[in-house]
């Protein structure tokens, strides 16, 4: 009975009229995981690309750029969030230093603190965004002709919550909140001003969280719109805006302006599936806020915890979904690459255009182009010492 009611509760929450089901997007698929357990395999780069390009950045006073671990690539330009010196670093593909966005400090159009993924790019308008620290709960848009936007995360009454993302979706932005008591989890829809005007469930306003009811029993136990094991986090994928749920089972797909979400991609757990408040922290799952997307393919990243393959040596499992056939792969590591010998792959971003990201410190690269017969990589290693700049590492379709 208890796996019946976690399954109506997941069927209820996963809305956005306070109970109806979320719609399914055209062609839902389905990821299997339970037969990927035990079977990580070595998958090649050639598989979701067909080009590498390296791009040392420029290295100088001004330049210089701590061990970040996040990028961006947005409309031809790289940028690297050095989130512990609260720095949003700008450069050309051809890795020329273009300046930084913002600036620190508590006045109008400046931020507190940044994370690495604060943040977000409008296609719309070219705007530069980002999300100020979960406490301050800001969001801030950069505009090319020099304008500055900001919404406040305070016109709705409730204060007893953090952030986890915001995200500007058309008109709209969507942002997750996170309650700190009870743990419960909700997104809410504000128009351009930052006004409410829509919820996931409904009825946000109405109390902190929801009750339904225990088929065959009569009890009572609180809802929301994600149960709270992990914070649900967003990508993009084209112009829709992604999210995949706390529970770490489904991805819900966002159109421009509208608050209705469609089910678009169901992660399976088979034998693995979770049961009621097991939070699966010894395997199986799935870290969101690395969750990203291209044209042909799914990239997800899971603990696989206790059940990892002998044969893998890093704690993170990569799984490699293709979305024309529907074929998941575990990997051994990352993707390899057989395209120039060089580095092995997995995206940390992944653009509008199909440009997808990776950084390669300097020091590894250097190490990496002694392996490896690319005349463009040793050529590259030549122009590098131990305290340059990281180089991209950018893979096009």
């Given amino acids: 009975m208890k796996k019946l009611f976690v399954i109506a509760v997941v069927l209820l929450v996963a809305s956005c009229k306070g109970g109806e089901a979320v719609p399914d997007a ?31 950045l420029e290295t100088n006073q001004e330049s210089l750029v701590g061990n970040v671990i996040h ?21 050309s593909l051809e890795g020329k230093y273009l300046g930084s966005v913002g600036r620190q400090g508590r006045a109008f159009g400046e931020f507190l603190e940044m994370s690495g993924f604060s943040f977000d790019y ?14 301050v709960r800001k969001f ?35 942002c997750s909140i996170f309650r700190l008591d009870p743990k419960i989890q909700d997104l809410i829809f504000l128009d351009k001003d930052g006004n409410l005007i829509g919820e996931f469930p409904d009825g946000y306003e109405i109390a902190k969280y929801k009750k339904a009811n225990n088929p065959g029993s009569g009890e009572e136990r609180p809802v929301a719109g994600f149960t709270v094991r992990d914070l649900p986090m967003a990508y993009r994928n084209k ?3 992604m999210i995949v749920d706390g529970n770490h089972e489904k991805i819900i797909s966002y159109k421009p302006n509208d608050t209705t979400g469609y089910l678009s991609y169901v992660i399976d757990y088979g034998q693995f599936m979770i049961e009621e408040n097991n939070a699966r922290e010894s395997a199986l799952k799935l870290i969101s806020a690395f969750t990203k997307e291209s044209k042909t393919h799914l990239f997800l990243t899971f603990n696989f915890g206790i059940l990892t393959s002998e044969n893998n040596p890093e704690k993170l499992t990569r799984v490699l979904f293709d979305k024309s056939t529907g074929e998941a792969k575990s990997l051994l590591g990352r993707l390899e690459n057989d395209i120039d010998g060089g580095p092995s792959f997995w995206p940390l971003h992944v653009s509008r255009d199909g440009q997808m990201i990776a ?38 379709e």
Avoid at 37 to 50: P, R
Avoid at 142 to 171: P, Q, W
Avoid at 368 to 385: D, G, Q, V, W
Wanted: glycine fraction near 4%; proline fraction near 4%; charge should be negative.
């Fill in 359 to 396: 950084i390669i410190q300097a020091i590894d690269f250097i190490e990496a182009a002694k392996e490896c017969n690319s005349a463009e990589m040793k050529s590259i290693a030549a122009t590098l010492t131990d305290e340059s700049n990281p180089v991209i590492m950018l893979v096009t």
């Fill in 26 to 56: 055209e062609g839902v698929k389905t990821v299997y995981l339970e037969p990927l357990v035990g079977s990580e395999q070595v998958v090649k780069l050639s598989e979701v690309a067909s080009k590498v390009l390296y791009i040392p």
């Fill in 122 to 135: 409008d296609y719309e308008t070219g705007a530069e965004m980002l999300v100020d620290a979960p406490i």
């Fill in 140 to 174: 801030i848009e950069y505009h090319t002709d020099g304008a500055i936007r900001e919404v406040k995360l305070d016109n709705f009454g409730d204060k007893s919550f953090n952030c986890s993302f915001m995200k500007k979706n058309g008109e709209m932005y969507v």
């Fill in 239 to 241: 112009d829709f805006l």
């Fill in 71 to 91: 990028a961006n690539i947005e409309n031809n330009v790289i940028y690297l969030p050095d989130y512990r010196i609260n720095k949003l670093n700008r450069f």
